[in-house]
């Protein structure tokens, strides 16, 4: 499936910026399932100062903001040839070894919530793959979506004691659980596709858990399916803070408002 994808990213300050920088991760991977037709990424107000790949082999791009300006519109747009894999993205091939995505982070440590959560489901330990479907249809129904419940702050146990979220917080619960069972698990950003509708005001986040023999598998908690050739991914890690779309810091000014513009389409 050939998708277009189109991204615009507007920031206002309340006052004229003296120094700042912004870190990027919006270009989609290559491999697994989709590869890059063509993408760019324009700034106005701004600059490229730096590219590199990360440990979670995401493509990071630093840009600093002109100094006095007070808004700045990051824009990215491309297109991204994908294939259903049914979820399934294989062996691992980060520069992270896979015993370091048991670990668990401010965002998906499970305490109680997590516990009592996994308490209440039947876990067949003898198909994992199985365990895994169970255990994101149970996340579903037990932590309602609903935007606006949640900050991008919150973590796992945050989400699961307010009884409502949005997909990071399906994600982290998710990786949560799976790290206190001993399964290596990551969080996903990046695009989908959704049935009759092209605008969007936000990208879409997900989880890929580590099956022996199989490799990574992705979990879309939020939509109870695993990702198909609707989806395409953009960044990994540990949790949100690792993928985040856009992540910065900046001096004599601060974020007065942000809105986002998203058009993902075939």
């Not at 990051?74 to 992270?96: A, F, K, P």
């Amino acid at each position: 499936m050939l998708l277009s994808i189109h991204h615009l990213t507007e920031y206002q300050f309340d006052q004229p910026v003296h120094y700042a920088l912004q870190r990027l991760k919006l270009r989609p991977k290559d491999g697994a399932g989709q590869q890059i037709v063509d993408w760019t990424l324009t700034v106005d107000g701004g600059k490229v100062e730096a590219e590199h790949d990360d440990p979670h082999n995401n493509h990071v791009t630093l840009i600093s903001i002109e100094e006095g300006r007070t808004a700045i519109t990051i824009s990215c747009q491309g297109q991204v040839e994908t294939t259903d894999n049914h979820g399934i993205l294989g062996r691992h091939r980060s520069h992270v070894p896979l015993w370091a995505y048991c670990r668990p982070t401010r965002l998906t440590t499970a305490g109680r919530g997590v516990q009592k959560l996994l308490s209440g489901m039947e876990r067949d330990q003898n198909d994992r793959l199985a365990l895994l479907h169970q255990l994101s249809a149970h996340i579903l129904a037990s932590v309602t979506y609903q935007g606006g419940a949640t900050g991008v702050d919150s973590s796992a146990e945050n989400a699961i004691a307010a009884g409502a979220g949005v997909c990071q917080d399906h994600a982290h619960i998710f990786i949560a659980a799976c790290r206190s069972m001993g399964i290596p698990a990551r969080y996903v950003s990046g695009y989908l596709m959704m049935d009759g509708q092209v605008e969007q005001s936000a990208s879409h986040a997900w989880a890929e858990a580590h099956v022996d023999a199989i490799g990574w598998v992705g979990f879309d908690i939020s939509n109870g399916i695993s990702p198909d050739g609707r989806y395409v991914r953009v960044a990994t890690g540990f949790d949100y803070r690792d993928a985040a779309p856009i992540s910065g810091m900046s001096f004599g000014a601060r974020d007065k408002s942000m809105v986002v513009s998203l058009r993902v389409e075939q």
